[in-house]
């Protein structure tokens, strides 16, 4: 036993039955070393039954059930690492016909959650692409006959491509998460979540199948995942070696599973930290919405212009600057126009940011011959694109093609255009259809074997580049369309796809927030819910006025890099940001970079509507946000304050920040909406 306290961990063997118990009161797990499998327990009543671990070799799926003996290899370790402390044990399933099968277990003092790892060993090497982790036909929630707790399962997509949402659906279902999970139960909010925490190798799938309702009949967390959710139209690469180990895998249950996805993303960094930024939200204007393909001169310096004498003086600004950012189509400029472009912003104080697709070609079959930046003709694109095992080019991704992350051509095309970009004097950088890079194929580098492996390895040598060790000043790094996960090579990550101004574009931001939220702060320092239009998209007919606040109080709340989105030398776009950015209420909210927490998560493919935020410096402050998605009717809302985690019964002073009127209200708010309106309300408990 380590310790003394109650959560202290225990380990009993019991040599009768020959059962292994791991616990600390408040996790369980009990190892049977006849017939291989274990169960789980946690203290809000979620178990697994008979839960085996298992991989795919020569052709067939082989799992610990399998295997002619198990047992404990040694004594449990006693350990002291980031995750606190703790024991580490291993048990070993051995078979003289098949490669040895290592569970490893580690469960630490006061935690609701144990990790473990698979390891297949090998006598000579092994070559797998598959693994499960956690493979089981029976999960029990253990409220499974309680009125309005029917256990509600959460897809989290792999990326943000395609439109793609959040989902959370009950049995009957067969749905498949990526990295990580949540099953939780509505009312009382328990929920279990189990997801990967090491992502240097393997893509993660769990998938949950349940027939009948309200019951789930499989549930497996498996790595190897590669289908068309990952993008990959190959399978998944082999992983080579005497031993061949799956990613950490973290399981446990909570009291709330908001506060289970918030622990997963932190138990993420304490395995990779993200990337520092010790500078502010970042907040200024983004081209692709106003202009896109249509980008000049002109509408750049004068947003710059507009901002600088227009709107900043009233306070939309963070740290007395702005960033004033080029997306797509930057080179339709001349390098004069850049250079004169860029020198005006640095005039007006504001600092420039630029994009690119590092890992995405965009030509045609003719381009292909064309020579790669900086290889002095010693490469062209045809050669550095990522191909199949037969050497066949890729199936293109969103029109692009993939660039291998590993060729020495694309290395030196990252030095060539990261020395461009620092030396023109650029602050920050979106980099787009990060996907690509990550996707299975035949890498150049052949130690490097499976897509996120290559990934890692090209995003890692692109961070580098500009690390301000290297470079001298700081350089925000943004994804936009990127796999969640690794997510130690950037600042910030748009939380969905393309997000333009309508209450349906709200909507479909709010859903990534709705089960994204615990990104922010956790793997990735902002989240992004990219450009606030709050008039017009470039390829849009103009919002109206509810709709187009909406927009930005949906990007206030998410975290946040609060960059805008439209051309203001439209007259009422203009009218806008005079009226709604010089709010320093609102403004000063984006400023927390802190993310409001959904109220509700079981609302299928929608968002929710209902938001909160705890002030994080202001004793007795909460933030509520609601939203009204219907464009066509007004709509009231009644939201309970006891459901927004504040005292059911206290006395409150309601401020709408957006309108600076004053109320007071106890037990529940109502709030009334026109058509696409929305609220931020400012909760003071009255003494």
Same mark, same amino acid.
């Given at each position: 036993?380590?310790?003394?306290?109650?959560?202290?961990?225990?380990?009993?063997?019991?040599?009768?039955?020959?059962? =292994?118990?791991?616990?600390?009161?408040?996790?369980?797990?009990?190892?049977?070393?006849?017939?291989?499998?274990?169960?789980?327990?946690?203290?809000?009543?979620?178990?697994?039954?008979?839960?085996?671990?298992?991989?795919?070799?020569?052709?067939?799926?082989?799992?610990?059930?399998?295997?002619?003996?198990?047992?404990?290899?040694?004594?449990?370790?006693?350990?002291?690492?980031?995750?606190?402390?703790?024991?580490?044990?291993?048990?070993?399933?051995?078979?003289?016909?098949?490669?040895?099968?290592?569970?490893?277990?580690?469960?630490?003092?006061?935690?609701?959650?144990?990790?473990?790892?698979?390891?297949?060993?090998?006598?000579?090497?092994?070559?797998?692409?598959? =693994?499960?982790?956690?493979?089981?036909?029976?999960?029990? #929630?253990?409220?499974?006959?309680? @009125?309005?707790?029917?256990?509600?399962?959460?897809?989290?997509?792999?990326? %943000?491509?395609?439109?793609?949402?959040?989902?959370?659906? *009950?049995?009957?279902?067969?749905?498949?998460?990526?990295?990580? *999970?949540?099953?939780?139960?509505?009312?009382?909010?328990?929920?279990?979540?189990?997801?990967?925490?090491?992502?240097?190798?393997?893509?993660?799938?769990?998938?949950?199948?349940?027939?009948?309702?309200?019951?789930?009949?499989?549930?497996?967390?498996y790595a190897g995942a590669a289908d068309v959710m990952t993008r990959d139209s190959q399978p998944h690469g082999y992983v080579r070696g005497k031993r061949v180990e799956s990613p950490l895998v973290m399981v446990g249950d909570y009291d709330d599973y908001r506060t289970g996805l918030e622990a997963y993303g932190e138990a993420n960094t304490k395995m990779a930290p993200a990337l520092s930024w010790d500078g502010g939200v970042p907040i200024g204007w983004n081209s692709w919405s106003a202009a896109?393909?249509?980008?000049?001169?002109?509408?750049?310096?004068?947003?710059?212009?507009?901002?600088? +004498?227009?709107?900043?003086?009233?306070?939309?600004?963070?740290?007395?600057?702005?960033?004033?950012?080029?997306?797509?189509? +930057?080179?339709?400029?001349? @390098?004069?126009?850049?250079?004169?472009?860029?020198?005006?912003?640095?005039?007006?104080?504001?600092?420039?940011?630029?994009?690119?697709?590092?890992?995405?070609?965009?030509?045609?079959?003719?381009?292909?011959?064309?020579?790669?930046?900086?290889?002095?003709?010693?490469?062209?694109?045809?050669?550095?694109?990522?191909?199949?095992?037969?050497?066949?080019?890729?199936?293109?991704?969103?029109?692009?093609?993939?660039?291998? @992350?590993?060729?020495?051509?694309?290395?030196?095309?990252?030095?060539?255009?990261?020395?461009?970009?620092?030396?023109?004097?650029?602050?920050?950088?979106?980099?787009?259809?990060?996907?690509?890079?990550?996707?299975?194929?035949?890498?150049? %580098?052949?130690?490097?074997?499976?897509?996120?492996?290559?990934?890692?390895?090209?995003?890692?040598?692109?961070?580098?580049?500009?690390?301000?060790?290297?470079?001298?000043?700081?350089?925000?790094?943004?994804?936009?369309?990127?796999?969640?996960?690794?997510?130690?090579?950037?600042?910030?990550?748009?939380?969905?796809?393309?997000?333009?101004?309508?209450?349906?574009? *709200?909507?479909?931001?709010?859903?990534?927030?709705?089960?994204?939220?615990?990104?922010?702060?956790?793997?990735?320092?902002?989240?992004? @819910?990219?450009?606030?239009?709050?008039?017009?998209?470039?390829?849009?007919?103009?919002?109206?006025?509810?709709?187009?606040?909406?927009?930005?109080?949906?990007?206030?709340?998410?975290?946040?890099?609060?960059?805008?989105?439209?051309?203001?030398?439209?007259?009422?776009?203009?009218?806008?940001?005079? %009226?709604?950015?010089?709010?320093?209420?609102?403004?000063?909210?984006?400023?927390?970079?802190?993310?409001?927490?959904?109220? &509700?998560? %079981?609302?299928?493919?929608?968002?929710?509507?209902?938001?909160?935020?705890?002030?994080?410096?202001?004793?007795?402050?909460?933030?509520?946000?609601?939203?009204?998605?219907?464009?066509?009717?007004?709509?009231?809302?009644?939201?309970?304050? &006891?459901?927004?985690?504040?005292?059911?019964?206290? #006395?409150?002073?309601?401020?709408?920040?957006?309108?600076?009127?004053?109320?007071?209200?106890?037990?529940?708010?109502?709030?009334?909406?026109?058509?696409?309106?929305?609220?931020?309300?400012?909760?003071?408990?009255?003494?």
């Open positions: 036993m380590l310790g003394s306290s109650d959560t202290a961990v225990n380990v009993g063997v019991n040599a009768e039955t020959t059962h =292994i118990r791991l616990a600390n009161g408040l996790v369980a797990i009990e190892v049977d070393l006849e017939k291989g499998g274990y169960a789980y327990a946690g203290s809000r009543g979620f178990a697994l039954q008979e839960v085996r671990s298992g991989f795919r070799w020569q052709g067939r799926e082989y799992h610990t059930g399998h295997y002619d003996r198990h047992y404990m290899m040694g004594q449990p370790e006693k350990i002291q690492d980031p995750f606190g402390t703790g024991i580490h044990a291993v048990i070993k399933h051995e078979s003289d016909l098949l490669p040895g099968l290592e569970q490893h277990f580690y469960v630490y003092e006061g935690t609701s959650s144990f990790i473990t790892r698979v390891v297949i060993v090998g006598q000579e090497d092994l070559k797998v692409n598959r =693994i499960a982790v956690v493979k089981t036909d029976s999960v029990s #929630s253990g409220s499974e006959t309680v @009125p309005g707790e029917a256990l509600h399962v959460l897809r989290v997509p792999y990326d %943000n491509d395609k439109w793609v949402r959040y989902l959370t659906e *009950t049995a009957p279902l067969e749905t498949e998460s990526y990295e990580v *999970t949540a099953l939780f139960q509505p009312d009382s909010r328990h929920g279990l979540i189990l997801g990967s925490i090491s992502h240097d190798v393997w893509k993660t799938g769990i998938r949950v199948k349940g027939e009948t309702a309200g019951k789930l009949d499989e549930l497996e967390l896109m393909s249509t980008l000049d001169y002109d509408l750049y310096v004068a947003t710059s212009d507009f901002l600088k +004498w227009e709107v900043q003086p009233q306070g939309f600004h963070n740290e007395d600057t702005l960033y004033m950012n080029f997306d797509a189509f +930057w080179d339709r400029l001349t @390098p004069a126009e850049m250079e004169d472009a860029l020198k005006r912003v640095r005039e007006n104080g504001h600092k420039p940011g630029t994009y690119w697709t590092p890992f995405a070609f965009w030509g045609s079959p003719a381009g292909f011959s064309s020579p790669v930046e900086g290889t002095d003709g010693k490469y062209t694109y045809g050669d550095i694109l990522l191909r199949d095992q037969d050497g066949e080019i890729l199936p293109d991704v969103d029109g692009g093609l993939a660039i291998d @992350p590993t060729h020495p051509g694309n290395l030196a095309r990252i030095d060539w255009f990261m020395d461009k970009f620092v030396s023109e004097g650029f602050e920050y950088i979106k980099l787009d259809f990060m996907a690509h890079g990550a996707l299975e194929g035949k890498h150049y %580098n052949s130690n490097i074997t499976t897509g996120i492996a290559a990934y890692n390895y090209g995003l890692s040598y692109l961070t580098d580049k500009l690390s301000p060790e290297r470079i001298g000043r700081p350089f925000f790094i943004n994804l936009s369309i990127a796999p969640l996960f690794p997510y130690a090579y950037a600042h910030s990550r748009r939380i969905s796809c393309d997000v333009f101004g309508t209450i349906q574009d *709200t909507e479909y931001l709010l859903n990534s927030l709705t089960h994204g939220w615990w990104i922010n702060d956790t793997l990735y320092r902002f989240n992004d @819910p990219d450009h606030a239009v709050i008039y017009k998209s470039f390829n849009q007919d103009s919002t109206t006025r509810h709709e187009g606040r909406s927009r930005l109080t949906a990007s206030v709340i998410s975290g946040t890099v609060l960059l805008l989105g439209d051309d203001f030398r439209h007259e009422e776009a203009a009218w806008r940001a005079k %009226n709604w950015l010089g709010n320093e209420a609102i403004i000063e909210i984006a400023r927390l970079g802190r993310t409001f927490v959904p109220v &509700e998560g %079981n609302l299928g493919k929608q968002a929710a509507d209902t938001f909160v935020l705890t002030h994080p410096s202001e004793a007795g402050t909460t933030y509520i946000a609601v939203f009204n998605f219907d464009g066509a009717e007004s709509v009231q809302k009644t939201v309970s304050l &006891e459901r927004c985690g504040l005292e059911a019964h206290a #006395s409150y002073t309601v401020l709408d920040v957006w309108e600076g009127t004053a109320g007071q209200s106890e037990g529940t708010l109502v709030v009334e909406l026109a058509p696409a309106e929305s609220k931020i309300l400012k909760l003071s408990r009255n003494q």
